[in-house]
T-cell receptor, first 114, second 113 residues
Framework: DAGVIQSPRHEVTEMGQEVTLRCKPISGHDYLFWYRQTMMRGLELLIYFNNNVPIDDSGMPEDRFSAKMPNASFSTLKIQPSEPRDSAVYFC????????????FGQGTRLTVV | AQTVTQSQPEMSVQEAETVTLSCTYDTSESDYYLFWYKQPPSRQMILVIRQEAYKQQNATENRFSVNFQKAAKSFSLKISDSQLGDAAMYFCAYRSANSKLTFGKGITLSVRP
């Protein structure tokens, strides 16, 4: 397996624009996580899914953020409208079916909102 | 809610020496897993070591070992014989029985040649 695949690797957008980040988890993994990494806050959990169903979205910062997982092989994180404070590295991770399993991370998307 | 605290933002170690990275967590659960991840400048997150809460024996992986103190809710990582390639950001993580995976803020480790 190629691992967790995120796209794009880098995204630069203007304030107010819609941004969509994409993630393809490892085949057969039941869990998918979205994180945001900044110097100030470290690695924050935004939302996670189990078998395509959102389990906990308490980390989503505002209504401007939304995430979907329409099937087992694809997830999106959307920001609309984007703001400069959303600039960060966004990671997607997936894991097998139990809390004993490690999470495998994608390479991240570096988002810059100007 | 579970929280993970890494209070030291940075540490430095001399090559070939030993360094210990601290982590504490807060939980009311009895069973959970703890992890240490390494993030080198490439940004890729790499699992270093894991520990199950029910196991009293501390986990070891080659030069990496943990000191797990369940009552104190402490989970520190010891790196022996430090190498230049160990320079990275290290994250402590807690995974609850409902599989939620929470990370600390991370610590930047530098290795002096």
């Amino acid at each position: 397996d190629a691992g967790v695949i995120q796209s794009p690797r880098h995204e630069v957008t203007e304030m107010g624009q819609e941004v969509t980040l994409r993630c393809k988890p490892i085949s057969g993994h039941d869990y998918l996580f979205w994180y945001r990494q900044t110097m100030m806050r470290g690695l924050e959990l935004l939302i996670y899914f189990n078998n395509n169903v959102p389990i906990d979205d308490s980390g989503m910062p505002e209504d401007r953020f939304s995430a979907k997982m329409p099937n087992a092989s694809f997830s999106t994180l959307k920001i609309q409208p984007s703001e400069p404070r959303d600039s960060a590295v966004y990671f997607c991770a997936s894991s097998l079916f139990s809390f004993i399993d490690e999470a495998f991370f994608g390479q991240g998307t570096r988002l810059t909102v100007v | 809610a579970q929280t993970v605290t890494q209070s030291q933002p940075e540490m430095s170690v001399q090559e070939a020496e030993t360094v210990t990275l601290s982590c504490t967590y807060d939980t009311s659960e009895s069973d959970y897993y703890l992890f240490w991840y390494k993030q080198p400048p490439s940004r890729q997150m790499i699992l270093v070591i894991r520990q199950e809460a029910y196991k009293q024996q501390n986990a070891t992986e080659n030069r990496f070992s943990v000191n797990f103190q369940k009552a104190a809710k402490s989970f520190s990582l010891k790196i022996s014989d430090s190498q230049l390639g160990d320079a990275a950001m290290y994250f402590c993580a807690y995974r609850s029985a409902n599989s939620k995976l929470t990370f600390g803020k991370g610590i930047t480790l530098s290795v002096r040649p």
